[in-house]
């Protein structure tokens, strides 16, 4: 009985080793993945509810007009490309909007030429044809013997269009459904390799108003989203973040209590972002974090103001009246920095000002909230 059983174990692993190597090309068991990664939002607040950034493979960016959810995407490149080596960008503009201001804000090195992509820039490749689009990523990802680390922007997944429906008229029927299923059979054949070795690709959406036939109809369970692409592009990604439209109480002034007004400088505003799909159990939640108006070079998400938000929310800087005081354990944490600290800053504002003057401060006191709240180690 026992001997039966054993036979039975060696034939079927040595079938299997069989079939996998004469099958090779349609697997990827024999092939050594990337090491994992973690790449910062650009957000610490963020990145504390994706637990440390986002990894490699897919993720789908949806919402309204000027959510943020462009220069998010560019922020993700921005640090993917700083922090990881032999890595690179290709930002597909299917919609023709990468205006010089938002080239400015993400502070990358844009080329537009394939002969000037070389390891630390970002390529802009201007196409909406899905098919196009679709056939150059597949190849893309097979002809990397370098074996550099992409991370891939689709700006946006709705302005693309099959290259059947470009030839037709504006009369003509178009194909029904013929972006969902295209995307369905990019995504199919991308998104094993995509994770394993190590590539990031961010697929911008926006959002789409229902209409229904009949008042009584009811709504798709299964779409977690009012975005267009099929439910593919909804099972695929391992994160969905919808970007939220900017409301006049998102605006962060320098009179907070008082109205909008010429006279009342606008410094930036809250984004919001609520978690449609997420890798781990924090679907469902919503997450501000402050961007800063006018700055430039990738650093227009306010780290500043977050350390400082995130200190006071985990009590390492306790408020006494109109004064913050730097706790014990942080006073401890900060000596020996040779950064000149004081005990105590008159209200936040003096504290971030402190922090945007010295950029050896800041970084001092984001490895703390690294190191004491995000517990994460980030690229």
């Known amino acids: ?48 509810v994706l637990g440390g950034g986002f990894s490699s493979g897919l993720h789908r960016f949806i919402g309204a007009n000027e959510g943020g959810k462009t220069n998010e995407a560019l922020h993700v490149m921005h640090n993917m490309i700083k922090n990881l ?29 394939p002969e000037e992509w070389v390891t630390g820039t970002c390529l802009v490749w201007e196409c909406n044809i899905t098919d196009t689009v679709v056939d150059f990523l597949r190849g893309l990802l097979r002809n990397n013997q370098d074996q550099e680390k992409f991370c891939i922007v689709i700006d946006s997944m709705d302005g693309l269009i099959t290259k059947e429906d470009l030839d037709k008229g504006s009369s003509d029927a ?12 990019f995504l199919k054949r991308v998104s094993l390799g995509m994770s394993k070795f190590g590539h990031m690709c961010i697929m911008i959406s926006q959002v789409r108003s229902s209409i229904n036939i009949s008042q009584y109809a009811k709504a798709d369970p299964n779409n977690q989203t009012n975005s267009s ?62 961007i800063k108006h006018g700055r430039m070079g990738g650093k227009s998400i306010w780290i500043e103001r977050e ?64 190191d004491n709240i995000l517990n994460k180690k980030l690229v």
């Open 1 to 48: 009985m026992n001997k039966k059983k054993s036979k039975s174990l060696n034939d079927s692993k040595e079938y299997a080793e069989a079939y996998f190597k004469s099958n090779q090309e349609y697997h990827l068991n024999f092939e050594e993945g990337a090491k994992p990664y973690l790449v910062s939002s650009g957000s610490m607040i963020l990145d504390k």
């Open 174 to 185: 178009r194909k029904v459904a013929g972006g969902a299923l295209m995307c369905s059979d």
């Open 229 to 290: 692409g099929g439910n593919a592009i909804l099972h695929y990604p391992d994160w969905i973040l919808e970007f939220k439209k900017q409301n006049k109480s998102d605006k962060i002034l320098e009179k907070p209590n008082e109205q909008i007004t010429p006279e009342n400088k606008i410094y930036g505003h809250n984004a919001k972002v609520a978690i449609l799909k997420s890798t781990n159990e924090s679907t469902g939640q919503i997450v501000t974090y402050p």
């Open 307 to 370: 350390i400082v938000e995130m200190l006071i929310m985990w009590g390492y800087l306790e408020k006494a009246g109109a004064w913050l005081k730097l706790d014990e354990e942080l006073k401890e944490y900060l000596k020996g920095k040779e950064i000149d600290f004081k005990d105590s800053y008159q209200g936040s504002r003096s504290f971030y000002e402190f922090l945007e003057g010295d950029e050896k401060a800041t970084s001092c006191l984001a490895e703390f909230v690294k």
């Open 85 to 113: 080596d032999n890595s690179k960008g290709l930002f597909v503009m299917a919609e023709g909007r990468l205006s010089e201001d938002i080239r400015n804000r993400a502070g990358l090195n844009f080329v537009y030429l």
